[in-house]
């Protein structure tokens, strides 16, 4: 683009990073509503604000072919937002992309599998991270963002904020789930997170000013799976009400 083209893309770019914050979305969707219009200015190295429905239909066309309909979903929706309240213009290419509708039941460990999962993971905030997550059903967002004032270990429940669609839930919370965050605040005692940066020597964890990275627990947990020999994908476990007794050890 030349300088005054890309003057103008960096000026409604930064416009629809404002308007995500403002219409309250969270930082997963914002960086990947954001990537859509990133991408679509590389392909065809103009501002987005000119191309006309027949220049998105084959954008997009090319799209299915070489990336997953999910991104292909979320980049028309993040389009779709740029053109709604940045541009400001009316939606009327809506039905250009309409992706199948797949109903996919997920893969489930068997209580053995739980136990051999969880047994292999080597480090203990892994391990307990595993533990939560499956054991009360959370996202790894939700388990990434858990604080020590969100464990009532009386009433055995767990205060999830602000999960999907902002919303704050109650779950129950195990035993054996208890025992391991436990367990793992002891060793770093963060005043605030349950799941803390890891980053730098041990005893400076409990001045981390940010959680445990997404990516290293999404990473940690392929590794275990792969170790472990498991062929399904993206596995889930039943409530965690039937996990065998953990060792829970230094690590």
């Not at 967002?141 to 669609?165: P, Y």
């Not at 605030?192 to 981390?208: E, T, V």
């Amino acid at each position: 683009m030349d300088p005054k083209e890309t003057k103008r893309f960096d000026k409604l770019y930064q416009r629809h990073l404002q308007m995500l914050k403002l219409q309250g979305k969270s930082e997963k969707t914002r960086d990947a509503y954001a990537r859509a219009i990133r991408r679509l200015r590389d392909h065809f190295d103009c501002c987005p604000d000119k191309l006309t429905p027949k220049q998105l239909e084959s954008y997009f066309a090319q799209l299915v072919e070489t990336h997953s309909w999910s991104t292909v979903k979320v980049d028309c929706w993040g389009f779709k937002f740029f053109w709604q309240f940045v541009l400001e213009k009316d939606w009327q290419w809506v039905n250009i992309v309409k992706p199948p509708k797949v109903k996919s039941l997920p893969d489930i460990l068997t209580p053995s599998e739980i136990e051999q999962l969880i047994g292999k993971t080597r480090k203990l905030r892994f391990r307990v991270f595993l533990l939560a997550t499956y054991s009360m059903g959370l996202r790894l967002s939700e388990t990434l963002s858990l604080q020590v004032g969100d464990i009532d270990g009386k009433r055995k429940q767990v205060h999830i904020r602000r999960g999907k669609g902002h919303k704050d839930r109650f779950v129950p919370l195990p035993d054996l789930t208890l025992q391991g965050l436990r367990e793992l605040w002891c060793k770093h005692k963060h005043p605030k997170l349950l799941f803390p940066n890891a980053n730098g020597p041990i005893h400076r964890i409990k001045y981390a000013k940010s959680h445990m990275d997404r990516g290293g627990a999404q990473n940690a947990m392929k590794v275990v799976v792969h170790e472990c020999g498991f062929k399904k994908k993206s596995p889930s476990i039943p409530f965690a009400t039937a996990l065998p007794p953990i060792f829970w050890s230094a690590g």
